[in-house]
C-alpha cells in the first residue's frame, strides 16, 4: 500500500503551485504582449504571484477565478480591489451573501463585462480616444489652484474621459483625489503641475500604480535622488504620455474568452 506522508504531499502542493504561477506568466506574455516585454518578466512574476496571494485572500482557490482575478489586475491595476474607482469589485469580493467562490467571480465577470462595454467600448474605441486626449495635454495646462483643485480636475477627468466618469460617478472621483493627497505625503514633489499629474497618473493606472509593478518606472522616478523636483515632475509626465502612446495592448475579445473552470 503507498502511503504519501504530510512533508510529500506539500511538495506535491507546490510544484502544483509553480505550475500554475509559470502557466499565468505565459499567459500574461499572451494577454498583454507589449506591456509583458517592457516590464520584463520578473515584474511579471511579481504581479502573478502577489494576484495569487490576494485571489486566495478572498477565498478564490480554483485556477479560473484566480487566473481572471490576475486578468483584471492586468486590465485595472494590481490594487483594483481597494481603488475608488471601482467600488463594485471590493462590494462583490466582500459579500458575505455570496459564499461560493464560482458565484463571486462570475458575479465580478459579469460586471466588468459591462464596464468593457460601456466604458471602453466596441473595438476599445472609447478607451482609446480618452487615451488620445490624455497623451495630448500639456504639463501648462495642468498648474490648478488648490483651492478649487477638486472641482477642477474633476472637470479635466471628464473632459479626458467622460464615460468612465460617468459611469463610476462623482464621489468615486472625489475619493481617488482624496487619495492623492496621501500619495502627495508619501512622495513630495514640490512642483505646482504635481497634484494634477498624481491624479492623472491614479486615474490611467489605478490608485496603487506608485507602487505597482506593472508600472516600475514611476516608482523609479520618484524615488530618484535628484533634488530637482521641476524636473522629476516633468521625466514623471513625459513617460507617462511615452507608455500612453506606446501602449497598443487589447484586452483579447474584451473578455469573452475568460473561463472560470
Known sequence: MLIIRKEQMEVF??????????????????????????????????????????AEAYSFTKQGP??????????????????????????ILNDPSIGDQMHRADRLHNKMMDYLSKVVGPKHEYEKEALRRLSQLRIEDLTI????????????????YS????????????????????????????????????????????????????????????EDDDPDDEKRIELLYRQMREHIKSDEDIIINQGKGYSLT
Request: aromatic fraction near 14%; include cysteine.
Open 163 to 222: 464615460r468612465k466618469c460617468e459611469y463610476i460617478g462623482e464621489a468615486a472621483l472625489r475619493n481617488l483625489i482624496q487619495e492623492c493627497y496621501l500619495q502627495l505625503t508619501n512622495y513630495y514633489v514640490s512642483h505646482s503641475s504635481a497634484p494634477a499629474v498624481y491624479s492623472l497618473l491614479m486615474f490611467a493606472f489605478g490608485h496603487g500604480c506608485f507602487s505597482d509593478p506593472r508600472f516600475p518606472w514611476i516608482e523609479n522616478i520618484l
Open 66 to 91: 484566480v487566473r481572471f482575478y490576475i486578468d483584471m489586475m492586468f486590465m485595472l491595476g494590481s490594487d483594483f480591489d481597494t481603488d475608488p474607482q471601482y467600488p463594485w469589485t471590493s462590494e
Open 13 to 54: 502542493e507546490e510544484a502544483a503551485l509553480q505550475d500554475f504561477e509559470d502557466e499565468m506568466v505565459e499567459h500574461i506574455k499572451q494577454f498583454t504582449p507589449k506591456q509583458s516585454e517592457v516590464i520584463g518578466e520578473d515584474n511579471v512574476r511579481q504581479v502573478v504571484r502577489m494576484g495569487m496571494e490576494k
Open 145 to 160: 489652484a488648490e483651492e478649487n483643485f477638486e472641482n477642477d480636475m474633476i472637470i479635466q477627468f471628464g473632459r479626458i
